[in-house]
């Protein structure tokens, strides 16, 4: 049984930062696989933020996050981080963990690329 549990979420006001951390445990190893962050809004599908490679290096950001958020991982712990800076309101949705990529070649994209999910945390950016 794997287990995905997000938390960090809340309310800042815009130009703030907030870290999300994303911890997996279960029967399957987090270790060196692709893992990625995930945002929805109420009434659209959920998009792609920010994902890495199980090799640690490779990552993806959506363009209207380059230069503020950065994706990291520690291997050992399980984790997956998100520091979130420079918060619009834009950024504002329910952020989601995915863990174990199923697609074929590394993107960021789709949701159905990934096999496990968390419940979701709310970041709220007020203007």
């Known amino acids: 049984q794997v287990q995905v549990v997000e938390s960090g979420g809340g309310l800042v006001q815009a130009g703030g930062s907030l870290n999300l951390s994303c911890t997996v445990s279960?029967?399957?190893?987090?270790?060196?696989?692709?893992m990625g962050w995930f945002r929805q809004i109420p009434g659209r599908e959920r998009r792609g933020v920010s994902c890495?490679?199980?090799?640690?290096?490779?990552?993806i950001y959506a363009d209207s996050v380059k230069g503020r958020f950065r994706i990291s991982r520690d291997m050992i712990k399980n984790t997956l981080y998100l520091q979130m800076s420079s918060l619009k309101p834009e950024d504002t949705g329910m952020y989601y963990c995915?863990?174990?990529?199923?697609?074929?070649?590394?993107?960021?994209?789709?949701?159905?690329?990934?096999?496990?999910w968390g419940q979701g945390t709310q970041v709220t950016v007020s203007s």
């Open positions: 995915a863990f174990l990529y199923i697609g074929n070649r590394f993107r960021c994209e789709s949701s159905s690329d990934y096999k496990y």
């Open positions: 890495m490679h199980g090799d640690g290096v490779r990552t």
């Open positions: 279960g029967s399957t190893s987090a270790a060196h696989k692709t």
